[in-house]
């Protein structure tokens, strides 16, 4: 069974940082593509990262660029998402997601396997 598990949100101010993690599991993380997706209160899930299988090219939305980094630890299943001064608008929950494609599909919100979720609240 795969399984994606986000940890590390939490309550912040505004200007703070923050590093979200998914763990995979039931799957080698080395064959996809990996990404982060978020959907704040009252809006459309959106598109925030991803990153490609070698780790030699990765994707943001415009929002988020300059300020988050997403990584992966093929060894220990792992992605990450490095959050940089944090903004009211970056709160939201986010998902961590995989998919069979490239990362630039990945953009358009494509994916085979979503985690669940985890909070992030940015205080202004």
């Known amino acids: 069974q795969v399984q994606l598990v986000e940890s590390g949100g939490d309550r912040v101010q505004a200007g703070d940082s923050l590093t979200l993690s998914c763990a995979a599991s039931?799957?080698?993380?080395?064959?996809?593509?990996v990404g982060w997706f978020r959907q704040a209160p009252g809006k459309e899930e959106e598109f925030v990262a991803s990153?490609?299988?070698?780790?030699?090219?990765?994707y943001y939305a415009d929002a988020v660029k300059g300020r988050f980094t997403i990584s992966r630890d093929n060894a220990k299943n792992t992605v990450y998402l490095q959050m940089n001064t944090l903004n009211f608008e970056d709160t939201a929950i986010y998902y961590c997601?995989?998919?069979?494609?490239?990362?630039?599909?990945?953009?358009?919100?494509?994916?085979?396997?979503r985690g669940r979720g985890t909070q992030v609240t940015v205080s202004s």
């Open positions: 990153l490609t299988r070698n780790k030699r090219d990765t």
């Open positions: 997601a995989v998919h069979s494609g490239t990362a630039q599909r990945m953009g358009q919100m494509r994916f085979d396997y």
């Open positions: 039931g799957l080698s993380l080395s064959a996809y593509a």
